[in-house]
């Protein structure tokens, strides 16, 4: 048997990647300090039936306790979404950077060397385009006047011709473009670094935009699911910004633990550092994801608005074809399944 370390077990995927550990006969330990922008009320005491540690990981002594034993760690805990403004950069950097720090070096001095890591898409910012003259191109940020005039779309810089959005694999360039994004790819560096020194194993988790039961209410830090669905429960109509053909991938966190597992199976047969995008394979619009939820809960049709924000990408679609080719990971949920459970399951508060 193996006993995983889960840091951020109390949070919404880290939960569900408690309860998956445990049924595929796993032995689960559960570390989560209840940070107030993940968890407005105090976490419970246990998770799946584990004891739950209150631990901050940026306290050496407490991740070198809870490391007694261990043999894989799956690194859950971040601060995440797009956040309130420039004074919560520290305590992104402080959770997400140093915290991930505290942990590795802890892990060699114990002697853990295997390593599931929690990252995003986030880490390329926006995904992949091709131009019909140019191929392939990588777009910068939109410009604030082009997005105020409604063209969301982003054009070929040498051209202008309009991009065709594809599918992003693991080997495209990384390109942060927020504060989380930039704590996400500093965890990446970390780790990598981490792997060469030691000769342990990283498999570091790019999800894609997870959704499903338990997710946080509507808070600066929810994505747009939880946003959406906040919404409804309330009987006011979605908020669908652009023109709500954005295209993300939308993936169950049932699939995102399940992916998990595998890595935790993975980090034994190997070393080094490998990443995987953990995404569905089929990518849908928000104005989409908003129209389905709407539908199934009964509520008031979505509204276009075509508001925006700076610092949003376009289109981030993503290839799971590693994922599933060395992972042997393959989501089961369909969309159209997973909004209806999602519809009517408990959010956090
Ligand atoms: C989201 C998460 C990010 C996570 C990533 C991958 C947030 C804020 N973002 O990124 O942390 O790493 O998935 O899992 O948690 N939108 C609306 N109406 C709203 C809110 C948003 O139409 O009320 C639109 C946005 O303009 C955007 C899309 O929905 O086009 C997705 O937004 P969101 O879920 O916030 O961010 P992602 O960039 O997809």
């Not at 965890?187 to 990598?192: I, K, R, V």
């Not at 908003?290 to 075509?306: N, Q």
């Not at 089961?332 to 399944?337: C, G, N, Q």
Request: hydrophobic share 45%.
């Amino acid at each position: 048997m193996t006993h995983v370390l889960v840091t951020g077990g109390a949070g919404f995927i880290g939960t569900h990647v408690v309860v998956a550990l445990h049924r595929a006969g796993h032995q689960v330990s559960v570390v989560d300090v209840g940070h107030p922008g993940a968890h407005r009320a105090p976490p419970p005491d246990t998770v799946a039936g584990a004891p739950l540690r209150r631990v901050d990981l940026r306290d050496r002594y407490a991740v070198a306790d809870a490391l007694t034993g261990v043999d894989v760690v799956v690194h859950q805990a971040a601060m995440v979404g797009l956040g309130v403004d420039l004074n919560d950069l520290p305590e992104y950097v402080g959770c997400n950077d140093l915290g991930t720090a505290v942990l590795l070096a802890e892990m060699a001095r114990v002697g853990v060397h295997r390593l599931v890591l929690a990252s995003s898409m986030v880490v390329y910012g926006e995904g992949a385009y091709t131009c019909p003259a140019h191929g392939p191109v990588r777009p910068g940020p939109r410009a604030g006047a082009d997005l105020a005039a409604g063209r969301f779309e982003s054009a070929c810089a040498a051209c202008g011709a309009a991009l065709e959005p594809g599918l992003v694999d693991e080997e495209a360039p990384l390109d942060p473009r927020s504060v989380y994004a930039a704590t996400k790819v500093a965890q990446e560096h970390l780790t990598a670094a981490w792997c060469r020194q030691t000769g342990g194993t990283v498999v570091a988790l790019r999800y894609h935009n997870v959704y499903g039961p338990g997710m946080p209410r509507d808070t600066p830090y929810s994505g747009v699911a939880a946003i959406f669905r906040s919404a409804l429960a309330a009987g006011r109509a979605p908020r669908v910004f652009e023109d709500g053909r954005q295209r993300r991938d939308f993936v169950h966190v049932d699939d995102v633990a399940a992916a998990n597992v595998a890595a935790v199976t993975a980090t034994g047969g190997r070393t080094g550092w490998r990443a995987y995008n953990i995404a569905s394979g089929r990518p849908a619009s928000i104005g989409e994801m908003a129209a389905e939820l709407a539908r199934v809960t009964g509520g008031p049709t979505p509204v276009v608005t075509g508001e925006f924000r700076l610092g949003d990408v376009r289109h981030v679609i993503a290839s799971p074809v590693r994922a599933r080719t060395e992972l042997g990971f393959r989501a089961a949920v369909h969309l159209a399944d997973g909004v209806r459970e999602f519809a009517d399951a408990p959010l956090r508060g």
